[in-house]
């Protein structure tokens, strides 16, 4: 018989909440149960400040759920997304995202021997946002330094493919996740626990919880800086991301085009909305060299990034050229800063990874509270 909704909850019937003695179940505090054959995926609502208090909750249901019969994974979250007693089944209503959005928040609880946490961002999708990720996160490891690489980007992970792993990451006795390792950056993602070729749908409280496991819940040990791959645009899934990850800092990235900047002014007014510190701003795919003749040319402009860095006020990283030579090592699992350090592009990732390290480092911005969201 397959695995449905009421099992989950038959088995959820056994955790209680710590105050109330309520069961999981009855509280009234479960997000929608999503099944994909043998995994299960759900979140718990809670209120931000009680997010230390539920971890043991969250886990108590998790082998609650693990133990039922058939079950291979299970995902669960806590999610402030939603107000408690709101997390019935079914997506979002907008009356519980605009709550959400002006209930106080509560600090994001510090990630355990994690110092600072990134987020590689994009208003747009395809401009280059994860290429910039591997090769900056391969180019702060090349410093020395210890380098996680989160791909958060849940709607199209493309990290699994970029760094060349296809491995199903083990767990350890007590059931974390053990990232998988590569060019000397730990790698998670979460295309390494769900089949490539299955479409995933998720919904609003499901990326925050698959987010905060992963985060969380997989044995990253000592790291200096966590690169997290964010998902392309400025939506509600992203402003929940920015807004609950301890984030130290943020490198937008963008193509030249005036469309793409718009999207990227988005991105930069996204982070400063909630309080987290612009690292700078990447222009990708700025320049093309023709690989015959050397001849430079501008398919998409040229400095618009640079002139929107500046007026802005943000920090500008660099510019990568459109280079066949990075397209075809990303696509073939095998990263140009560390398979051809010695070209330019790779020499350009160095530099702006250089920068980002010295922001981080100079500025001692790791682990701030999250900022009120003021909705205009
Ligand atoms: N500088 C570059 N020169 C040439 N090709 C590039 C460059 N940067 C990225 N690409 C290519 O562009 C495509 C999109 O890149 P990537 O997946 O990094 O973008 P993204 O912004 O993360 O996209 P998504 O929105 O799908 O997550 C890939 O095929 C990648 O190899």
Known sequence: MPLTPADVQRALELVKLPASGQSLTA????????????????????????????????????????????????????????????????????????AAHNAPQGRPVGLPGIHRVIAVASGKGGVGKSTTACNLAIALAAQGLRIGLLDADIFGPSIPKLFGLSAKPEQTPDKKIVPLEAYGVKVMSIGFLVDEE?????????????????????VWGELDVMVVDMPPGTGDAQLTMAQHTP??????????????LIDARRGVGMFQKVNVPLLGIVENMSTFSCPNCGHVSHLFGHGGARREAEKLGVPFLGELPL?????ERSDAGKPIVATLPDSQEAGIYRQMAAQVWARLSGEGVDRRQPPRIVIE
């Open 323 to 327: 280079s066949l030579e990075v397209r």
């Open 198 to 218: 299955t479409p995933m749908i998720w919904r609003g409280p499901m990326v925050m919880s698959a987010l905060t496991q992963l985060l969380r819940e997989v």
């Open 247 to 260: 984030l130290a800092g943020a490198v937008i990235v963008s193509t030249p085009q005036d469309l793409a």
């Open 27 to 98: 509280s009234g505090r479960l997000t929608e149960i999503r099944i994909d054959g043998s995994k299960v995926m759900f979140a718990i609502a809670i209120d931000p400040t009680e997010a230390r208090a539920m971890e043991p909750v969250r886990a108590a249901a998790e082998n609650a759920v693990r133990g039922l019969p058939g079950v291979t994974s299970v995902l669960v979250g806590l999610t402030a997304e939603r107000p408690v007693g709101e997390a019935r089944q079914g997506a979002p209503g907008p009356r519980a995202q605009t």
